[in-house]
């Protein structure tokens, strides 16, 4: 079965702490994104990333980092520099710039 | 500024009443328009989409959407909603960027 998967589904840190979070897709599929969604904003681009060893910056890229190493992963990191990180994170993967594929998210919960 | 506007954040609508969600947006001159929904604590589904030709586009699970250039709107409707349709709907844009735009989204409940 082809899909997207992130893991945990539900994550708990306390302040001041990096967390990283997983994304793997078997699409194949050369495009990632990452997305921040908070209630009544809609989804905003974190990151994204076209091609292996290559990304960009979204909208919100302020303390975050990712890399992209591998075609299939695309892992996201949240640093204690991000001020308020308790939001739901969704991971999307796309052959096209225009038809995205998402994940089923990860609730982080910074405390 | 460049935006998706979904006026509705919140709808209710009986079992087998139809149900239209309204979705405008800013972009472009022919925009790529995209629905997609959302049930609690999970991902996106992606429901339809309009690129170009007919303005009628048909979705899944009995969804459709019309494309009105001339009012520059998106509208998703069904004729006859179901239980399990209550989730959060969202409208996506194409901008001129080709980053793809979020509205703020549309909560449906559906009453018994």
């Known amino acids: 079965d082809g899909g997207i998967t992130q893991s945990p589904k539900y994550l708990f840190r306390k302040e001041g702490q990096n967390v990283t979070l997983s994304c793997e897709q078997n699409l194949n599929h050369d495009a990632m994104y990452w997305y921040r969604q908070d209630p009544g904003q809609g989804l905003r681009l974190i990151y994204y990333?076209?091609?292996?060893?290559?990304?960009q910056k979204g909208d919100i890229a302020e303390g975050y980092s990712v890399s992209r190493e591998k075609k299939e992963s695309f892992p996201l990191t949240v640093t204690s520099a991000q001020k308020n990180p308790t939001a739901f994170y969704l991971c999307?993967?796309?052959?096209?710039?225009?038809?995205?594929?998402f994940g089923p998210g990860t609730r982080l919960t910074v405390t | 500024a460049q935006s998706v506007t979904q006026p509705d954040i919140h709808i209710t609508v009986s079992e087998g009443a139809s149900l239209e969600l309204r979705c405008n947006y800013s972009y472009g001159a022919t925009p790529y328009l995209f629905w997609y929904v959302q049930s609690p604590g999970q991902g996106l589904q992606l429901l339809l989409k309009y690129f170009s030709g007919d303005t009628l586009v048909q979705g899944i699970k009995g969804f459709e959407a019309e494309f009105k250039r001339s009012q520059s709107s998106f509208n998703l409707r069904k004729p006859s909603v179901h239980w399990s349709d209550a989730a959060e709907y969202f409208c996506a844009v194409v901008d001129n960027n080709n980053d793809m735009r979020f509205g703020a989204g549309t909560r449906l409940t559906v009453k018994p």
């Open positions: 990333s076209q091609i292996v060893n290559d990304f």
């Open positions: 999307a993967s796309s052959n096209t710039r225009y038809e995205q594929y």
